[in-house]
């Protein structure tokens, strides 16, 4: 036995010599690893779970029909806890012990930020499928990065758009005193003016991030008596203020414009007032194409769930990273960069492209109106939705290589 050892570790070491790999090497050389920079906690936490629900869907689903390139995806998760110097050394980890290929961005728009510096200078591709500040796609664009979430730009312009047909005039704000919160708003309010000169913000407060008691503002958004409150708080913040502003008796008085994602609705149930019109990024329940079927009756089963937006967008983003590879015959990631300028590719939500000038996917919002539905009992969803086109709101290719011009990188 001893001398088989023996003569076994003497091939090993011929092996070597030879140039040939050992078998632990030839073993990782067939996993790629994809690293998720998760925001766990905080406001981002219903989040997390669709976001793992619909990334693991993927995963298990790819590896099954042989993987990337025949090498099979191993996702590595940390979290930032929303902290964007966190963020960035994650980002750092995941590349350098992890030996990531790829990257996922977090929640937080202050996160991805710092982690797309990170991608860039290691020439890793990273997407955003939930993080969306306009600055990504802008300012801060690198080749390594794509979005496939409607970005602030998209979403504040586009709700915008869609209430300057409204015969509103007297507008409020409310958003999260951060760069998500102000590059919506900036959208928002640009577009709105513009298509409608009769409108104005006549009210704007500004709480702080992880700031909980919005009982101060209340008061000042209903003193100016708009008759429509615009914004962008998310999440658990959102659901908060809807809670603490219902006994003021506000929703009785004006609508709130924001993002009823479906884990928001969820977390309200029935405490969620009826007619508001807002929007969100991806409604399973108003997207009617043969991918998006087939992922919800195939999620359901697996979860016994609904999928939330957050889950729905992880999986398009995977998908064009999937095809991206495809197309660039390679799972490297300096190769696949390339193929996604103007890459096209069969999202959940039909037929989509990224644009090559800045990685942004073409996709718009859906604006609709809370309501009960018989289909979910516990909780209401969005009625008479009508999609806003990302053609119709996002920068143009001009705008965009004028704003870089002023902000070079």
């Known amino acids: 036995m001893k001398k088989v050892i023996r003569l076994f570790g003497i091939a090993a070491v011929i092996i070597a010599f030879m140039g040939i790999v050992p078998a632990n090497q030839v073993l990782a050389d067939e996993v790629i690893k994809i690293g998720w920079i998760a925001d766990m906690g905080g406001i981002g936490a219903s989040f997390y779970k669709s976001q793992k629900e619909g990334i693991e869907m993927f995963i298990e689903e790819t590896n099954a029909s042989g993987g990337f390139m025949g090498k099979k995806l191993e996702l590595v998760i ?89 015969p509103y005039k007297n507008y409020g704000y409310i958003g999260l005193d951060y760069a998500y919160g102000h590059d919506q708003h900036d959208a928002f309010k640009e577009s709105l003016l513009k298509s409608n000169p009769n409108a104005k913000i006549t009210v704007e407060v500004w709480p702080k991030t992880g700031e909980s008691n919005y009982g101060s503002y209340i008061p000042t958004l209903m003193a100016q008596n708009p008759e429509v409150i615009y914004s962008s708080l998310w999440g658990g913040a959102l659901s908060t203020f809807i809670k ?52 919800v009756d195939k999620f359901s089963k697996k979860f016994n769930d609904w999928p939330a937006d957050w889950a729905i967008m992880a999986y398009d983003g995977l998908l064009a990273l999937k095809k991206a590879v495809e197309t660039a015959g390679s799972t490297d990631s300096e190769k696949v ?73």
Not at 97 to 124: D, H, M, Q, R
């Open 78 to 166: 940390r979290d930032s806890d929303l902290k964007a110097d966190v963020g960035a050394n994650l980002a750092r980890e995941l590349i350098l012990n992890e030996k990531c290929e790829y990257l996922i961005g977090p929640t937080s728009s202050a996160v991805a930020l710092a982690a797309t510096k990170v991608a860039k200078e290691f020439k890793k591709i990273i997407f955003f499928h939930t993080s969306n500040t306009e600055k990504l796609t802008t300012t801060d664009f690198h080749p390594y990065m794509f979005q496939v979430v409607p970005n602030t730009g998209i979403e504040g312009r586009g709700i915008a758009y869609f209430l300057a047909q409204k």
């Open 244 to 295: 603490q502003a219902t006994p003021y008796g506000l929703f009785k008085k004006t609508t709130l414009s924001s993002l009823y994602d479906l884990d928001m609705l969820r977390s309200m149930g029935q405490e969620m007032p009826e007619n508001l019109m807002g929007y969100t990024r991806c409604p399973f329940y108003a997207v009617d194409t043969p991918q998006m079927k087939a992922f």
């Open 337 to 409: 960069s390339k193929a996604l300028d103007g890459l096209k590719w069969t999202s959940l939500r039909g037929e989509r492209y990224l644009r090559a000038e800045d990685h942004m996917a073409n996709v718009g919002i859906y604006v609709g109106v809370s309501a009960k539905d018989p289909k979910f009992k516990d909780f209401l969803v969005l009625k008479d939705v009508v999609e806003v086109p990302a053609e119709k709101v996002w920068m143009s290719v001009d705008e965009i290589k004028a704003l870089r011009a002023k902000n070079p990188q």
